[in-house]
């Protein structure tokens, strides 16, 4: 079972950086095509490869067939070591994979509610540890790490072949993931993919040191970890964190200084808390197609607000796409 966890943890792990490289190499085709030029087929074929990426794989999955679990889970180690290759294509290929194979694992992991959030909360967390030891730059994600993230990839397909010569079996759980629960969780991996989890944007927001904005809002990150789940009970617990998400956003990017600083700190957590309970209350609806319906919403909202023009569009998309 613990194997099957640090599996889960490695491949949610590998999905938030593959989501980031996938929309950052991404949107620097669409710049070549459209201000460089010429205009050809693979414009519109980039596009469709990701939306194919994020929408298919859960559609295709059906929670009762255990087999796609170590398969899923080897494409995406397999393919990981190609995002760490300083070349743009290399790295749009190999994040399409682990897109790919990270979207139907987590449709997967998502029938057990309990393991499901805190797997994503932690995978959350190690992302933005890398990102802090590479200087705001993921450290996985530089050359240097090549040679380590090959050793990495073949330890965890071992493991994987191990768990299924075992008989890699799906953790216990209630079947079912509701559509609000799914948008949900499309549009808190908009928020954390965009500005929330990312230090650097919120310091440059807040006009704060980033050593220490990085600290408070990992440790924002964990609060779900830190709260029973009787904590987070009922209408009105959501209605509060709603508010706070909302209100803190808004705040961090009219206030400056620390009030702002804290503002994020509070709106991090208040959406990490709120995606564990959307999991934890989620009705049983089935799985596939709502998740892909929370993923079309995350790949709606990143093409919104790198498309339009409004004054905080552009600051976002300009923290937002500075690098992986």
């Known amino acids: ?3 099957q966890r640090l599996t889960a943890f490695a491949v949610l792990l590998f999905f938030l950086q593959a989501l980031r490289v996938l929309f950052s190499t991404l949107f620097g085709i669409i710049y070549d095509q ?5 205009l050809t087929y693979w414009l519109a074929l980039s596009g469709t490869l990701v939306f194919l990426a994020l929408l298919a794989p859960p559609l295709l999955v059906r929670r009762s067939r255990v087999r796609l679990w170590p398969a899923l889970a080897l494409l995406a180690v397999a393919a990981r070591p190609l995002m760490t290759i300083n070349d743009a294509t290399v790295r749009y290929a190999g994040a399409l994979v ?8 987590l449709a997967l992991l998502l029938n057990d509610r309990i393991q499901s959030w805190r797997t994503l909360i932690w995978a959350l967390m190690a992302e933005q540890v890398l990102r ?3 200087d705001t730059f993921d450290l996985s994600l530089m050359d240097v790490f090549l040679p380590v993230q090959i050793a990495v990839s073949l330890l965890l397909a071992l493991l994987i072949l191990r768990e299924t010569a075992r008989g890699f079996q799906q953790a216990p759980g209630a079947d079912g ?13 908009f928020l954390e993919t965009s500005l929330l989890a990312l230090p650097s944007a919120a310091a440059r927001w807040a006009a704060v040191p980033y050593t220490s904005l990085a600290l408070l809002i990992l440790a924002a990150t964990s609060a779900p970890l830190l709260l029973p789940a009787g904590a987070l009970r009922g209408t009105v617990t959501r209605l509060v964190l709603g508010i706070l998400l909302v209100g803190g956003v808004m705040l961090g990017y009219a206030a400056s200084g620390w009030l702002a600083g804290l503002a994020l700190i509070l709106a991090q957590a208040s959406a990490c808390l709120g995606v564990k309970l959307s999991v934890l209350e989620t009705a049983e609806r089935g799985t596939s197609a709502p998740l892909a319906g929370g993923l079309l919403l995350f790949l709606l909202l990143n093409f919104a607000t790198s498309c339009r023009e409004p004054r905080w569009t552009r600051r976002l998309q300009k923290e937002r796409w500075a690098g992986p």
């Open 1 to 3: 079972m613990y194997s």
């Open 177 to 189: 993931f509701s559509w609000p629960a799914a948008l949900g969780v499309g549009a808190f991996l």
């Open 132 to 134: 802090a030891l590479g």
């Open 98 to 105: 682990v897109t790919a194979a990270g979207a139907g694992y």
């Open 34 to 38: 459209i201000f460089e030029g010429p």
